[in-house]
């Protein structure tokens, strides 16, 4: 019942947080922007506040660096669900983020879908037309340059449905960086796969422990070579992270939190 209940104030919220957007675009772009950087890594927060009122649902945030030295960062962290956007999101509130997405992400998802419009997120197409998905990319890395912006890259390239980590590719982060060498943030997130579709997210999120920690930084690759090395880097500390989680989960180690650890906006 109380998946249930979630699911039908997330919705609402939704719509409601699009209407205000859309309301903004009416009179100004750059209005609605400036009202979403700042409004929407409290709006993640509250997402997650109200998942754990309603089904339990525990977050856990960690780092294992004091706070970021940088305004910006290309930030690469495997992927599990569409929440990993929410929680990432709420977890770098000082960051000013712009995600590498799939263009089906850029309509009919409400709230989601305006705001990757309206932030100029990279939407980029899964198969065919690569020719826009490299614009999109070189688009965003010209903002990062321009703008200030931190790109998001999941370089798993799709979901993992079961949690596990798969090789990272380097074609989309190596774009950016050609645009824009920034240091490398990498970001481990793991519980999202246990509720990455709707029925899941009805059956599987109370007392379920979503996760994320901030493993490390790593400094901009100025070569092919030195990206290379560094996207490797990335992807065994990912692994590494995950493989210590499940080894607490199987031990029975496990701590489940009581209460919301993001750091507050």
């Not at 109380?2 to 609402?12: D, Q």
């Not at 109370?206 to 560094?230: Q, T």
Request: hydrophobic residues 45%.
């Amino acid at each position: 019942m109380g998946g249930i209940l979630f699911i039908i104030v997330l919705l609402a919220l939704l719509v409601y947080w699009d209407a205000q957007m859309k309301i903004r675009l009416l009179f100004s772009h750059d209005w609605s922007a400036r009202w979403v950087d700042r409004r929407i890594a409290r709006m993640s927060r509250q997402l997650f506040l109200l998942a754990r009122f309603f089904t339990g649902l525990g977050v856990e945030f960690s780092s294992d660096i004091a706070s970021p030295d940088e305004k910006q960062y290309l930030v690469v962290c495997n992927h599990q669900s569409l929440a990993d956007i929410a929680i990432i999101r709420a977890a770098l509130p000082m960051l000013k983020l712009r995600f590498v997405a799939k263009k089906e992400l850029k309509w009919g998802f409400p709230g989601v879908s305006t705001a990757l419009r309206v932030g100029r997120h990279a939407l980029v197409p899964r198969k065919n037309n690569m020719h826009i998905g490299m614009s999109e990319l070189r688009r965003l890395g010209r903002l990062a340059r321009t703008d200030s912006v931190s790109p998001v890259v999941f370089p798993e390239g799709t979901r993992s449905r079961n949690g596990n980590v798969m090789t990272f590719r380097s074609g989309a982060i190596r774009m950016l960086n050609n645009e824009y060498p920034l240091p490398i943030m990498v970001i481990a997130v793991d519980g999202g796969y246990t509720f990455g579709k709707l029925r899941q997210l009805i059956r599987h999120m109370r007392g379920a422990v979503y996760r994320i920690r901030i493993i490390g930084v790593l400094p901009p690759a100025n070569s092919r070579d030195e990206l290379s090395g560094a996207l490797k880097t990335a992807e065994e500390m990912v692994r590494k992270q995950v493989a210590i989680w499940r080894s607490s989960e199987s031990s029975g180690t496990e701590h489940v939190p009581h209460s919301l650890q993001l750091p507050r906006t």
